[in-house]
């Protein structure tokens, strides 16, 4: 079996199990809008205001989603050994860790896509005129947040202190995109926008070493 | 619900998988291979392989301690020892769940030997967990495991393994609705979907009421009798070991008795079985 056809098998059964039973998506939503909102009642910022900092609140909040939603990912293969059964099928490792990652991008970037416009009427941020570029910056952000989140995950589920261990393995490592993200997104909502394309040069090459990285070790992050 | 049993039939529809890659072995290709017409896979089907010295460590514990070991092709092998005796770590590196620390495992097919990666698509493992998504229908649950194995038509091979488990019925309700032993007979259903040729057990019956033992027991003799190699772990006498070959004690690690490929298998069963049961009364 292809590369492509397991991990597309893996990404549609995550999808289902998750909107059936809705248990991360719907948390995370309302834990961020929370975030988002308190925020908003605390700063009680200008629109000039919310350009400088908002991103960076924004970024902040994507990063609760992530921290949550990526902790389970590996989790939910330990109740009844589910791992081992993927590995006991004759696909590619990476496709595991691929399928994964292609779920949690499109769980993130659906948090995003609702967070957005509250953010926007909260802020009082005019998103629409940039929409395009905005999505750009998030959807490389949002790969390099995915692609880090599910291999530490994948780590971190076979140790003993797996919910201590993943923050605390992530967040150095997400710093940078972190950083990038934040900074390109700034850019775009600054008055007149600009996509910076330093930044999202940045991200795009991050993206792609930390893929590739999970390719090659792929097979050794999901052994015992 | 009641076990519909096994016709011949149906345990037929189980082996009628066609994989692509397999359509240019000798095994696919043989006379009696017959996977191509749906028909039950010859007696070349099985998998022999060699344990080589394997150690395994975890930590400072030594699971195994240099196992060699050779099973033919065909043989249905019983493991039996007590609780960590290094059965289920056997099984795990057999099924490459797990490397060893030492040693290697190598497999053929008749006289060929192939890779690790082709071993995959012939492997059948029930283990000590069920293995299945508990949000995912029973046969959602097979259509996944049947495509991530590249079988033809998915929900066809889905039905057809679920129809001799006696889970027809209930094939559309989720798995977290499953009894233990409901999950149990869908677990075996799931291992056996791409007609393996090494079949892995770790104490397949648990769970199983005695008419689900019975069924397991007749299946294994089916299986052996079709030449799929069984390698299962078990406790004391159950319905299972009627089809077994042969017998092998594991204690500490190490290999401490082997009925042999053609000795006979009942004393190390039911010496296996008196210590677990003197155990068991033990106060």
Known sequence: ?224 | MPWSGVAPSNCCAIWSRAEPSRVSTPLASSPNGGAAEGTRAGPHLGLSLQFNEVEKRYGMRLALRGISLEIAAGECVALVGHNGSGKTTLLKIAAQLTRPSRGKITFDSGDNPISLEEVKNRIGMVGHHTLLYEELSAEENLIFFAKLFGLENPAEKARQALQPVGLTGRATDLVRTFSRGMRQRLSIARALLASPGLLLLDEAGTGLDPEGQHWLGATIQRLRDSGCTILMSTHGRNETQGAVTRAIRLDGGKITHDSGAHGNPNEILVMAAVRESGEEGAP
Do not use: H
Not at chain 1, 50 to 58: A, K, T, V, Y
Not at chain 1, 162 to 167: N, V, W
């Open chain 1, 1 to 224: 079996m292809t590369l492509a056809r397991a991990t597309g098998v893996i990404l549609a059964k995550e999808l289902r199990t998750e909107f059936r039973s809705r248990e991360l998506l719907g948390t995370t939503v309302v834990f961020v809008l929370i975030v988002i909102v308190l925020f908003s009642f605390t700063f009680n910022p200008t629109s000039s205001e919310s350009r400088r900092f908002g991103p960076g609140l924004l970024w902040l909040a994507f990063l609760f989603a992530g921290s949550l939603m990526l902790q389970s990912s590996f989790l939910r293969e330990q109740t009844n050994d589910t791992l081992a059964a993927l590995r006991l099928a004759p696909i590619d490792p990476f496709s595991i860790l691929a399928g994964k990652m292609a779920a949690n991008f499109l769980f993130l970037l659906l948090v995003e896509v609702i967070l957005l416009p509250v953010f926007a009427v909260l802020y009082n941020v005019a998103i629409l005129p940039v929409l395009g570029p905005l999505l750009l910056v998030l959807a490389l952000g949002t790969i390099g947040l995915a692609a880090t989140g599910t291999v530490f995950s994948a780590v971190a589920a076979q140790a003993r202190l797996r919910e201590l261990l993943l923050p605390l393995l992530l967040l150095p490592v997400l710093a940078p995109v972190l950083i990038a993200s934040t900074e390109a997104t700034i850019g775009v909502l600054r008055d007149p926008s600009e996509l910076s394309p330093v930044w999202l040069t940045f991200l795009a090459c991050f993206d792609v070493v930390f893929l590739t990285a999970a390719w090659m070790v792929g097979e050794y992050l999901l052994e015992e």
